[in-house]
């Protein structure tokens, strides 16, 4: 089963796809993981983009196509994927209609998360991430279970976003708002649309995407 998450920045997409990557066995592919991983080790790419992220911007076309065109191949995917964060395009959904075409795979659902702008903030402004595993959390929504030790893993350090800040969270809106918001017309169209409420806590939307997705799988 191959997946898009789509929604505003601090919608719950990673959130989501970390526990559907673990029920469903499907691997995320967050395309703001692998820039920030870029940045991280100080590659080419990683300085092209670095200032762009930070501006709260969307990194052109052109290199997340690239990134994603690779990433698909690879044999981890195999069992299905969840794009977390691509396309956010329509020229970036027109790609990925054609890779998907050339790899012989099909695009099996399209779930938006839907959440009030207003929200999105404090969500964005209290995310924080195991640096060893990833897992995410929320200092009051989410928080660990032990303070300052980590679910998953038992780690101790903690990563927060230098772009998870109100003045970039509201360039990151705009983007999705002008460029990211005219997909849902795009999958509409194509009958992959789905979308659920993403205003209710964190298991009360995971159930609605179950459901979604047994509808999906079902072919209805
Ligand atoms: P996205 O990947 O869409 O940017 P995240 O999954 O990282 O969003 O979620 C943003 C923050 O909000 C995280 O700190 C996460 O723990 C928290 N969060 C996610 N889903 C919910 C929810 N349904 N209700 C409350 N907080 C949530
Ligand atoms: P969030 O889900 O919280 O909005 P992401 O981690 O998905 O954040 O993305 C962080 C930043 O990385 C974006 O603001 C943008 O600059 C860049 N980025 C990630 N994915 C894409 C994409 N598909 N196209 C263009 N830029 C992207
Ligand atoms: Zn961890």
Redesign the pocket.
Known sequence: MNLILLG???AG??TQAQRLEEKHNLKQL????M??AAVASGSELGSQVKG??DR????P?DI?VEMIAERIQRPDCAGGFIL??????VP?AEALDEMLAQNDLKLDCVIELKVDDGALVAR?SGRFTCAACGAGYHDTNKPTKRAGVCDSCGGKEFIRRD?DNAETVAA?LE?YHRQTAPLLPYYDGRGTLSSVDGMGGIEQVAAEIDAVLNKCKTGG
């Open positions: 505003p920045p601090g997409k990673g967050s395309t703001g993981d820039l920030r762009i992220i709260g911007e969307l990194v076309d997340i977390d964060g691509f396309p956010r395009t970036q964005v772009d990151r983007a």
